[in-house]
């Protein structure tokens, strides 16, 4: 899959004609803002004479900026292959013959290959070297056959059984061989070149050009960026010379979208007590579709995982893999609707969770609820005042259900009427007429007083 060392060169940009009429700085400006939109690493980009540079080496224009901004309708960074690794296999041996383990660099190449994988906490291990308890095995050798590197996709669930190298890359550092190796690990377990749809991306000529299906398929992977750049992806059809080795953060998503372990064998309730610990799983495509879900943003720790992270935005109904943190009790949760589910309001429950990158609407927008005196709007029937508050203390006192007298603490009641969660917000106050009786009820973790007539009331809505 990968080219043989020729073509480990690092791949230049090419130079198209800028843009006349535009100021110097400007210009510069506008090229690092594009390429770091289109994903290359600020301490990739360098000003030399007033012309932008990547890598070290590729001048990169205005108009080649803009360019790759406009990635193919539908391309995304990471694809996979139709066949995958089965759940079945937990631990893979792989294997290197003699030859392979005489250059050095493939030798401690392969090691940090697979300490590459197993630091992601997927749900199988490498191992090397072994005979023991392996579910699957992939051999390390050398190849004459062909003139580059190379491997193949999964089958019958298993991971294809081998890597085969050429020995040209007893010339190359120990960063590319370990890039490489870890790139062709990667197809063993279904990974598809990100650039599939054009290698020139990271490849030179005669290399260049579309892969297309090869007949075993191209799935985009969720929550992996919509283009791929070069250096983006270990899984670009092609390295160059100052490959690192590593893994980027989407090569990483990838593998854990794929691999990681499943949202529903885990079971949040055990992490109790251990507040702000992370927990990273995945969850497959249209797992989200069933299960039920009390609260919003913080979540109780029996709700499933899948659907509540669909809810709270950081994943579609394709899958993806997600981090929860564990949070303490709460007295109270509040079900709302998002992004196509609903979920269901409770009262108080011994563990919670959130997650790590979800757009949490912040709470108090508006003025202070506790500034404004609402008895002192008595007779302004239908006046609405909006006014924001912080964490409620669940333990003021308020008067009545659906109608409050207006000398009640407003976030309470606020709480107790569903219009916020414990956790604040902002809400609408409503000046209503007073009431002959206000009863007592409980709702979402907290239960008001009952009182006779009074001479003022409000009403509270989101």
Known sequence: MFKQAAVLAATGVALLAGCGGVEPQMEQEEIIANLIEAGYPARDIQVIDEAVFVGGDALVTLQASREMLQAPEGSQEQFRTNNLVGPQVTRICINSTTDFNNIPNLNQ????????????????????????????????????????????????????????????????????????????????????????????????????????????GVIPIPGTPQTAVWDGSIMNACPHANSSGEFTATDATALFALYGKPCADVNVAEYRGQTGRQVRCACASGAATSGSVWGTNNYTDDSNICRAAVHAGVMTTLGGAVTIEVQPAQSVFIGTTRNGVTTSSYGYWDGSYRFIGAQVPQPQTSPLCSTYNMVSYRGQTGRAIRCGCPTVSLGASFWGTDLYTDDSDVCVAAVHAGAIPASGGDVTVTIQPGQSSYTSTSRYGVTSTAYGYWEGSISLSP
Do not use: K
């Open 109 to 216: 190449g392969l090691n940090l290959a697979i300490e590459n994988y197993n630091a992601l906490g997927l749900r199988f291990t490498f191992v090397r070297d072994s005979t023991v308890g392996c579910s699957a095995t992939i051999i390390a050798q050398m190849s004459t056959l062909r003139p580059e590197n190379w491997a193949g996709f999964p089958d019958l669930g298993l991971p294809f059984g081998s890597i085969n190298m050429v020995y040209a890359m007893a010339n190359e550092s120990l960063d590319v061989n370990e890039h490489i190796i870890t790139h062709e690990l990667g197809h063993t377990l279904g990974l598809r070149h990100s650039d599939y749809y054009d290698r020139s991306i990271s490849c030179q000529p005669p290399y260049t050009g579309v892969e297309g299906d090869m007949g075993v």
